[in-house]
């Protein structure tokens, strides 16, 4: 609104002693990102309001594609396995006419996923080195040492990674329950650091965690069945 109205906004990236602490543990990191999502998904209202600077307009959009993308993986990942299944289950035709000179080969699309990998892992991994880059630089001595930082930016890599998953489903069904019309009280939660009960972690994420094992395992089985003898592997003849 500022822009519109012939303002110049900056945003100061220096000011010190100013910050938000993060929420102490997932599930509290996870309620604070279910109302972020939905106020994300409301600005997609925005975007074809009058008057406003086209990158205001893509701010709007970003922030919302931080959620949707996770429920566009959670989708690309179900189609991969649909369409993995479906090749080890579906027996390869090279000639589908009567009279046909020349075989259908089947396509091969390693490069196109491995290159789909590759600037996904870039587009993730690279922006955390730069920031340990500048950190190295300028604070070194804030976060105890060039080893001490070096090794706490790799182990936030690892962690990372394992928890994508859980994140990613939160995320989807954020998404999905707010496409839905569920709304959530914008109320606060714990900042400081607690520790979570294993019922209650289960409680949050048991539904996940047997889709997720039920995905793989069914999966790895299939994939199995038809490819290594069915008899053979399914039913240990």
Request: charge should be positive; aromatic fraction near 12%.
């Amino acid at each position: 609104m500022l822009r519109r109205a012939g303002w110049e906004v900056r945003l100061h990236a220096g000011v010190e002693d100013s910050y938000e602490e993060l929420p102490g543990s997932i599930i509290e990191y996870a309620k604070r990102d279910r109302r972020w999502c939905q106020g994300n998904m409301q600005h997609l209202r925005l975007l074809f309001a009058s008057g406003l600077h086209w990158v205001n307009r893509l701010h709007f959009l970003l922030g919302a594609l931080a959620y949707m993308a996770s429920l566009l993986w959670l989708i690309m990942l179900a189609l991969s396995t649909v369409d993995a299944v479906t090749r080890a289950v579906v027996k390869v035709r090279f000639f589908t006419q009567d009279y046909q000179l020349f075989p259908e080969w089947p396509e091969s699309r390693v490069a196109m996923i491995a290159s789909l990998l590759v600037i996904t892992v870039i587009m993730l991994v690279v922006p955390k080195l730069l920031g340990l880059a500048v950190a190295l630089g300028q604070r070194r001595k804030d976060f105890g040492g060039g080893v001490k930082l070096t090794l706490s930016a790799l182990l936030e890599i690892v962690f990372s990674i394992l928890i994508a998953p859980l994140m990613m489903s939160f995320h989807a069904w954020f998404v999905i329950s707010v496409l839905s019309g569920r709304t959530v009280s914008w109320s606060t939660q714990a900042r400081g650091g607690r520790l979570i009960p294993w019922r209650e972690a289960w409680r949050r994420s048991w539904a996940m965690t047997l889709a997720g094992l039920a995905w793989g395992r069914s999966a790895t089985i299939i994939r199995r069945c038809f490819s290594g003898g069915f008899l053979r592997y399914c039913w240990g003849w």
